[in-house]
Nanobody
């Protein structure tokens, strides 16, 4: 059974930093690209970032480019999202996601709130 468990969210002031983690299980982690997706209150899903299976390529939404860094540790089956210079508009539930064949798996999400 595929499991994705996010952690690391919380309340942070504007300009602050957080590091999200997503622990994966139930599949061969280092065979798959991983993504972070977020959903702000009252809005739809927004893709944030992705990293290739071998860490060779990383991708970012324009809204987070230069502020967020995605990374992964294949030995720990974990993907990270380092977020800095956080803004109120980064407030959202952050999900990690993996596409495995015809299926897409999601974690339960972790809440990030950016507020004074």
């Amino acid at each position: 059974e595929v499991q994705l468990v996010e952690s690391g969210g919380g309340l942070v002031q504007p300009g602050g930093s957080l590091r999200l983690s997503c622990a994966a299980a139930g599949f061969t982690f280092d065979d798959y690209d991983m993504s972070w997706v977020r959903q702000a209150p009252g809005k739809g899903l927004e893709w944030v970032s992705a990293i290739s299976w071998n860490r060779g390529s990383t991708y970012y939404a324009d809204s987070v480019k230069g502020r967020f860094i995605i990374s992964r540790d294949n030995a720990k089956n974990t993907v990270y999202l380092q977020m800095k210079s956080l803004k109120p508009e980064d407030t959202a539930v952050y999900y990690c996601r993996v596409r495995a064949g015809d299926y897409v798996y999601w974690g339960q999400g972790t809440q990030v709130t950016v507020s004074p």
